[in-house]
């Protein structure tokens, strides 16, 4: 296995790996954490490299994630690819929502369970690991909600790789059943998700795992960076312009903080022109797991890890890796964050497939209640440009609405049975 990446420095704008607390740098390795100080480490770019760029680069490459290659640390040469080409999912018009909220500005749904697994986390795993195969990993790995095992476990049986992924016992059936289609091993931790990825951690030390890559553990700079192609999608969606308001749902709190990296580049770079007063950034999370969101509320930027509990399990991470960053760039962007209850997330599961004709799984569930609850409060401008985020497929969450659909009418199979329940007229 090697240390480093191997793809040469003039076919990448990566040059290191930085700490998110303290700066220091590292290189282009196997490593999540940060020697001096232990705090996360994210990918560094060459600005000049960035600056480079160009949006004619970017509309000639493939429809996928990877026309913004020359904006990632990984996946410049097609055949060092493992991926399943996600990317590029649609931009929805919800303007049926909006008129039900209250909201006289354009509205869009980012609609990413158009992905090949359903989730945004196609894209995350096509990152991290193309980055760890050029790292000389040799089999796949992850601890997981359902999605990130689900794409994991993909992924690897494309490239044809060995997978093992680590997931709570009690997720969602459906999404244990998508993950373990795939042939791949499926270990099923009786403990929540936290206790999954303590375990993973671990794993990670030994010597039995020494060729195993963890997406979301020892690949986790790369993996992070993956999610900035949402971003970079909403831009050139909107002709490459920054929407003023965002709402995306929290888990660890990585993926609003990595759109919100992805605007910031592309302004500096020049590739995308931002809102007169700047964008804003909303976070949503359940109220059965909402550490993130209490502590904006109250006031602080420590987060006290909870045991969650709720439907939303694809967000249910007690203690959130990256909550103090997301905290850091919704106060900054002038955002806020909320969460919903399960009834609030079903009836907003309801309501965006009543308007737009998506059905949403339950972390979608959260972002448009949260969405409606932030119109309510007035911390949201109705009347300002605003992108909702939904980062997975209902079908993998039937149960959290189960009990509330279903036939409207049950008749016989005649005309006097059609007539007779109203049908005709």
């Not at 790995?141 to 997978?163: M, Q």
Request: aromatic share 6%.
């Amino acid at each position: 296995m090697t240390s480093t990446l191997d793809a040469p420095l003039d076919t990448t704008a990566a040059r290191h790996l930085v700490c998110r607390g303290c700066g220091a740098q590292f290189p282009l390795a196997a490593q999540h954490a940060c020697f001096e100080c232990f705090g996360p480490l994210e990918v560094g770019y060459d600005p000049a490299a960035l600056k480079a760029v160009t949006r004619e680069l970017i509309a000639a490459g493939p429809k996928s994630i990877w026309r913004y290659a020359s904006l990632l640390p990984v996946g410049q040469d097609p055949a060092s690819r493992v991926t399943l080409n996600p990317g590029l999912t649609p931009l929805v018009p919800a303007q049926a929502l909006a008129a039900e909220l209250g909201i006289t500005a354009p509205l869009w749904v980012k609609d990413d369970s158009a992905n090949p697994t359903h989730s945004f986390k196609d894209r995350v795993v096509s990152v991290a690991l193309t980055a760890a195969r050029g790292l000389g990993f040799t089999r796949f790995a992850c601890a997981s909600t359902g999605n990130l095992a689900n794409s994991v476990a993909a992924h690897a049986a494309r490239a044809g790789i060995p997978s093992i992924v680590f997931i709570p016992a009690d997720l969602e059936s459906g999404k244990i059943l998508t993950t373990a289609v795939y042939g791949g091993d499926v270990v099923a931790i009786d403990g929540s998700y936290d206790e999954v990825n303590r375990l993973c951690s671990e794993l990670t030390e030994l010597d039995e795992f020494e060729d195993t890559a963890f997406v979301n553990v020892n690949v986790r700079p790369y993996y992070a960076e993956g999610s900035k192609t949402l971003g970079f999608e909403v831009a050139e969606q909107l002709g490459w312009r920054i929407p003023e308001q965002v709402v995306i749902p929290m888990a660890s709190g990585e993926l609003l903080t990595k759109v919100d990296k992805a605007f910031a580049e592309l302004v500096e770079i020049g590739l995308a022109e931002p809102p007169a007063g700047g964008w804003k950034v909303f976070g949503a999370q359940s109220a059965g797991c909402n550490p993130i969101a209490v502590a904006l509320h109250t006031g602080t930027d420590t987060i006290t890890p909870v045991r969650p509990t709720g439907i939303a399990k694809s967000l249910n991470i007690g203690d959130p890796a990256a909550g103090v960053y997301a905290l850091e760039a919704v106060t900054r962007t002038g955002g806020w964050m909320d969460y919903a209850d399960d009834d609030e997330i079903r009836e907003a599961i309801r309501q965006l497939a009543r308007t737009t004709g998506i059905f949403a799984e339950t972390a979608g569930g959260v972002t448009v209640a949260v969405l409606a609850k932030l119109v309510r409060s007035g911390k949201l401008d109705p009347a300002a440009e605003t992108v909702v985020f939904n980062t997975g497929e209902g079908l993998k969450t039937l149960d959290a609405v189960a009990d509330l659909v279903g036939p409207t009418y049950r008749v016989r199979p005649s005309l006097r049975a059609v007539r007779e329940a109203g049908l005709l007229g």
